[in-house]
């Protein structure tokens, strides 16, 4: 079975300061990992994925998550927030399943990000 | 541009009253999604389609309904809108291929009064 927990519902950031989201999965096969961003009223877009290559991923709008096996997480970052930032943000895990087949997504929580100006 | 297209954009229906909402993608991805999101959450699966293959969630409502025409669409009708069918209605589209991930549509907004 596979799980997502986004420790933070909310977080309220500086413009111009660090971005953190956090994120913690449990999979029991290789898992892919996804950041998606939604928007006010819109669809979600993908930010960034990690499919077993390299363990920093970096991805569009800044923002980029390294993948940690040893402490099972995939924590968003950027340097620096900028006001259009502000959003949804959900953790996405996929694994393969014992078939080698690609499972279905299970998102996160969410956690939404407020920009302070 | 590639995309996967959802109309209308908002729909507001009465209770009872049937709806169907749309989803086009010229991605030619053979795996289509429905999500239902409601406020202040995440995406809820509620079936998909493998080619032509249908698959339910086991606790997607019978008021919930499919089909897939062809490769490019994609409908969800629903049979008697509740009150508590009010919610986003995502589309989504995916290769067959283990890793890829799945591109969303804008979504529709379906509010039942």
């Known amino acids: 079975a596979q799980s997502v927990t986004q420790l933070d519902s909310h977080v309220s950031v500086s413009e111009g300061t660090p971005v953190l989201l956090r994120c913690n999965y449990s999979?029991?096969?290789?898992?892919?990992l996804f950041w998606y961003v939604q928007h006010p009223n819109k669809g979600l877009q993908l930010l960034l994925k990690y499919t077993s290559a390299a363990t920093l991923v970096k991805g569009i709008n800044g923002f980029e998550a390294e993948f940690k096996k040893s402490e099972t997480s995939f924590h968003l970052t950027k340097p620096s927030a900028h006001m259009s930032d502000a959003a949804e943000y959900f953790c996405?895990?996929?694994?393969?399943?014992?078939?080698?087949?690609?499972?279905?997504?299970?998102f996160g929580s969410g956690t939404q990000l407020t920009v302070l100006p | 541009d590639a995309m996967v297209i959802q109309n209308p954009r908002y729909q507001v229906t009465q209770f009872g009253k049937p709806v169907t909402l749309s989803c086009s993608q010229t991605l030619n991805h053979n795996v289509m999604y429905w999500y239902q999101q409601k406020s202040s959450q995440a995406p809820k699966l509620l079936f998909h389609?493998?080619?032509?293959?249908?698959?339910n969630e086991a606790d997607t409502p019978d008021n919930f309904q499919s089909r897939r025409p062809n490769t490019s669409f994609c409908f969800l009708d629903i049979r008697s809108p509740g009150l508590g069918d009010t919610a986003m209605y995502l589309c989504?589209?995916?290769?067959?291929?283990?890793?890829?991930?799945?591109?969303f549509g804008p979504g529709t907004r379906l509010t039942v009064l």
């Open positions: 996405v895990v996929s694994d393969r399943g014992s078939s080698g087949s690609a499972r279905q997504l299970t």
């Open positions: 999979s029991s096969y290789s898992p892919s």
């Open positions: 389609y493998y080619d032509k293959d249908f698959n």
């Open positions: 989504a589209t995916r290769r067959e291929s283990s890793y890829n991930e799945q591109f």
